[in-house]
T-cell receptor, first 107, second 115 residues
């Protein structure tokens, strides 16, 4: 069965500092991985997906099949990055989510 | 496009009552998914429906829970005889198709509290 683990519940960084959110997964097949973000009082929205290999709002994530990881990174955090971040894996149509990491960016 | 709509946003029920959660997918979307989020946990898949059909309900508790997506109107998640353990946030998502490349768009969720 697929499983997604986000080991950090809370992450606090200063504005301008790098931020990295960890995500590890277990899945027997070829995974399709995503990062979702939920800003305060807003709905869950897709941030990026590994198959696109793109940078969104300065965030990137690389799939490392050897380490079964899909960590999310941004070199210079901004205050507007404060939000809840969820890593997710899709199997067929089902999304399996990690428990989420709350990121707070301090001025 | 207004996005996925869910109502009510907050629902309080006493133990033993019924809870009805509604989800209107985005315009043009015929695929609906329900997820549940218990406190301190990630969202967990419950059921996948297309118009008038339940495709996969493997994540739904066998008793008291049911879902439908009629030809006309919103998708309904019904919980009968609610218990305290049903207290959670219930999210609905919709997509125009199924498979790689089709993003699921989420609604704001319904927060159910059972007293």
């Amino acid at each position: 069965a697929q499983r997604v683990t986000q080991p950090e519940k809370l992450l606090s960084v200063f504005k301008g500092a790098p931020v990295e959110l960890k995500c590890n997964y277990s899945y027997s097949g070829s995974p399709e991985l995503f990062w979702y973000v939920q800003y305060s009082r807003q709905r869950l929205q897709l941030l990026l997906r590994h198959i696109s290999r793109e940078s969104i709002k300065g965030f990137t994530a690389d799939l490392n099949k050897g380490e079964t990881s899909f960590h999310l990174k941004k070199p210079f955090a901004q205050e507007e990055d404060s939000a809840m971040y969820y890593c997710a894996l899709r199997h067929d149509y089902k999304l399996s989510f990690g428990a989420g990491t709350t990121v707070t960016v301090r001025a | 496009n207004a996005g996925v709509m869910q109502n009510p946003r907050h629902l309080v029920r006493r133990r033993g009552q019924e809870a009805r959660l509604r989800c209107s997918p985005m315009k043009g979307h015929s695929h609906v998914y329900w997820y549940r989020q218990l406190p301190e946990e990630g969202l967990k898949f419950m059921v996948y429906l297309q118009k008038e059909n339940i495709i996969d309900e493997s994540g739904m508790p066998k008793e008291r829970f049911s879902a439908e997506f009629p030809k006309e109107g919103p998708s309904i998640l019904r919980i009968q005889q609610v218990v305290r353990g049903d207290s959670a946030a219930y999210f609905c998502a919709s997509s125009p198709g199924q498979g790689v490349g089709y993003e699921q768009y989420f609604g704001p969720g319904t927060r159910l509290t059972v007293t």
